[in-house]
T-cell receptor
Framework: EAEVAQSPRYKITEKSQAVAFWCDPI?????LYWYRQILGQGPELLVQ????????DSQLPKDRFSAERLKGVDSTLKIQPAELGDSAMYLC???????????????FGPGTRLTVL | QKEVEQNSGPLSVPEGAIASLNCTYS??????FFWYRQYSGKSPELIMS????GDKEDGRFTAQLNKASQYVSLLIRDSQPSDSATYLC??????????FGTGTKLQVIP
């Protein structure tokens, strides 16, 4: 069964350092999502790509976060500089391009647990 | 008012009982509804999606949707200790982002 791949699974960094996360969606899935999940809360959308285009990045802290999906396949999320409050689980999800109305089902990768010291 | 509300729990049920998880949402135009299961330290795993009013059954799981009351629920029959997890409700309308609730923690007691 196809799965969303993410790396690394765990990352420990010091504040002010740069970190990067990678995601490879399920083959054929045109839509890719990056979420942040703080312990005890639900996932919060950071950025959504349709192919290589950003559809929604309204909740992405653009002063320190950036995301790209250059060829419309895999994607990278970067944080520079990292802050203590960035400690969280970073989840990548993908879905097939939606048909008329409604968002298609999202499938999540294993996530990256980030700890900022 | 939160867009998607769930009781954080924990909801404790004995093994073999029916667990009932509830979710309310504020956007009356919502069209798609999802239930995810999340084990501690793991990523969310899709259990069911539902789009029309009524019940949808899949094995031991039944999702119930009532758009008039803006309410969606998940029933788990014959609950097992392996069902112990946090259950996330997610909602969206066409061309809008999916909004997740904070989840309900379920504990199935052997």
């Amino acid at each position: 069964e196809a799965e969303v791949a993410q790396s690394p699974r765990y990352k420990i960094t010091e504040k002010s350092q740069a970190v990067a996360f990678w995601c490879d969606p399920i083959s054929g899935h045109a839509t890719l999502y990056w979420y942040r999940q703080i312990l005890g809360q639900g996932p919060e959308l950071l950025v959504q790509f349709q192919d290589e285009s950003v559809v929604d990045d309204s909740q992405l802290p653009k002063d320190r976060f950036s995301a790209e999906r250059l060829k419309g396949v895999d994607s990278t999320l970067k944080i520079q500089p990292a802050e203590l409050g960035d400690s969280a689980m970073y989840l990548c999800a993908s879905s097939r391009k939606g048909t008329s109305g409604g968002t298609d089902t999202q499938y999540f990768g294993p996530g990256t647990r980030l700890t900022v010291l | 008012q939160k867009e998607v509300e769930q009781n954080s729990g924990p909801l404790s049920v004995p093994e073999g009982a029916i667990a009932s998880l509830n979710c309310t949402y504020s956007d009356r135009g919502s069209q798609s509804f999802f239930w995810y299961r999340q084990y501690s330290g793991k990523s969310p795993e899709l259990i069911m999606s539902i789009y029309s009013n009524g019940d949808k059954e899949d094995g031991r799981f039944t999702a119930q949707l009532n758009k008039a009351s803006q309410y969606v629920s998940l029933l788990i029959r014959d609950s097992q200790p392996s069902d112990s997890a946090t259950y996330l409700c997610a909602v969206n309308r066409a061309y809008q982002k999916v909004t997740f609730g904070t989840g309900t923690k379920l504990q199935v007691i052997p």
